[in-house]
Nanobody, 126 residues
Framework: QVQLVESGGGLVQAGGSLRLSCAAS????????MGWFRQAPGKEREFVAC????????YYADSVKGRTTISRDNPKNTGYLEMNSLKPEDTAVYYC???????????????????WGQGTQVTVSS
């Protein structure tokens, strides 16, 4: 089992920045891809970004590409999501997740992830 705890969410004005963290414990974090998803009220959970186990390959949703960076620090068992130029439509609960299978490619679908954090709220005011 792996436990994931997100932090770093909060209230920010449009145009601002936030850095979310995802602390992992339990299973070997460094051998699994990780991703970030978000869910706004009344909407389905949507993919934001993912990174492979080694941190050498990333993939972003079009809605955040160019203003978001996903990264990881395997020795610290921590993943990050840095978001810049935030918009009100970025308001959501943000979840980090770890892939079901080790190594491999970078998954972008929720069903490919086996462990989820509890989420952290990001609110962007206009």
């Amino acid at each position: 089992q792996v436990q994931l705890v997100e932090s770093g969410g909060g209230l920010v004005q449009a145009g601002g920045s936030l850095r979310l963290s995802c602390a992992a414990s339990g299973r070997t974090f460094s051998t699994y891809a990780m991703g970030w998803f978000r869910q706004a009220p009344g909407k389905e959970r949507e993919f934001v970004a993912c990174i492979n186990w080694h941190g050498t390959s990333t993939y972003y949703a079009d809605s955040v590409k160019g203003r978001t960076t996903i990264s990881r620090d395997n020795p610290k068992n921590t993943g990050y999501l840095e978001m810049n130029s935030l918009k009100p439509e970025d308001t959501a609960v943000y979840y980090c997740a770890v892939a079901k299978l080790p190594y491999g490619t970078i998954p972008s679908r929720p069903g490919e992830y086996g462990h989820w954090g509890q989420g952290t709220q990001v609110t962007v005011s206009s």
